[in-house]
Nanobody, 129 residues
């Protein structure tokens, strides 16, 4: 599967952005999907994940209540709605896919970068104070 992330930009603290990740090449609903981010000078970290059906979602604590991950399997697209953005949300955001074949994992598994075999190119989000 090929992944193309978009929707990043420069915003002010408190603003909102919606990231999109368009998938192509395989049946989108076969994949668990996730967003990770990499801040300047830091490693890549988990942001949010969603299972193949959209019935299960998982968030890192710092974004819970502000960010919402969703997917449209008819449009082969993953989304990340980001509200109440903070300067510490500044990072390159990556979408990722795991060929779960519509299977399920223990919740903790979705947070692990090593689960995801496919990665998009990243989109920059910059939040000014």
């Amino acid at each position: 599967v090929q992944l193309q992330a978009s929707g990043g930009g420069l915003v002010q603290a408190g603003d909102s952005l919606r990231l999109s990740c368009a998938a192509s090449g395989r049946t989108f609903s076969d994949y668990a999907m996730a967003w990770f981010r990499q801040a300047p000078g830091k490693g890549r970290t988990f942001v949010a994940a969603i299972n193949w059906s959209g019935g299960g979602t998982f968030y890192t604590g710092s974004v819970e209540g502000r960010f919402t991950i969703s997917r449209d399997n008819r449009k082969n697209t993953l989304y990340l709605q980001m509200n109440s953005l903070k300067p510490e949300d500044t990072a390159v955001y990556y979408c990722a896919a795991d060929d779960s074949a519509q299977g399920s994992y223990a919740s903790s598994t979705y947070y692990q970068e090593r689960l995801y075999e496919y990665w998009g190119q990243g989109t920059q989000v910059t939040v000014s104070s």
